[in-house]
């Protein structure tokens, strides 16, 4: 059983930056797709940035903000954000999965619990 854990979250300023962690336990390899997604209040869950086929996929509200990287050796992945939005507030996800689920949630087999990320104005 794979489990996963994020940590990094906080309050920040709009503009500043925030790396935030997921580790992994259990069986994962270094080619599982590792993806973050995000849930802000009253909203439903969206895609924000993933590791997926050999390919890296964005949504078009990040892209240029937001990296995403892994240390196999330590079973951890990064989002890397910088020049935070208000906008950005929400909880952010980890998700892993062996095959190839881009950015697509509903094909993520494993989940973090979550890590808050509140930007203030």
């Known amino acids: 059983q794979v489990q996963l854990v994020e940590s990094g979250g906080g309050l920040v300023q709009a503009g500043d930056s925030l790396r935030l962690s997921c580790a992994a336990s259990?069986?994962?390899?270094?080619?599982?797709?590792m993806g973050w997604f995000r849930q802000a209040p009253g909203k439903e869950r969206e895609f924000v940035i993933s590791w997926s086929g050999g390919s890296t996929y964005y949504a078009d509200s990040v892209k240029g903000r937001f990296t995403i990287s892994r240390d196999n050796a330590k079973n951890t992945v990064y989002l890397q954000m910088r020049r935070l939005k208000p906008e950005d507030t929400a909880v952010y996800y980890c998700?892993?999965?062996?095959?190839?689920?881009?950015?697509?949630?509903?094909?993520?087999?494993?989940w973090g619990q979550g890590t808050q990320v509140t930007v203030s104005s």
């Open positions: 259990g069986r994962i390899f270094s080619n599982y797709a």
């Open positions: 998700a892993a999965d062996p095959d190839n689920p881009r950015s697509w949630a509903s094909r993520y087999r494993y």
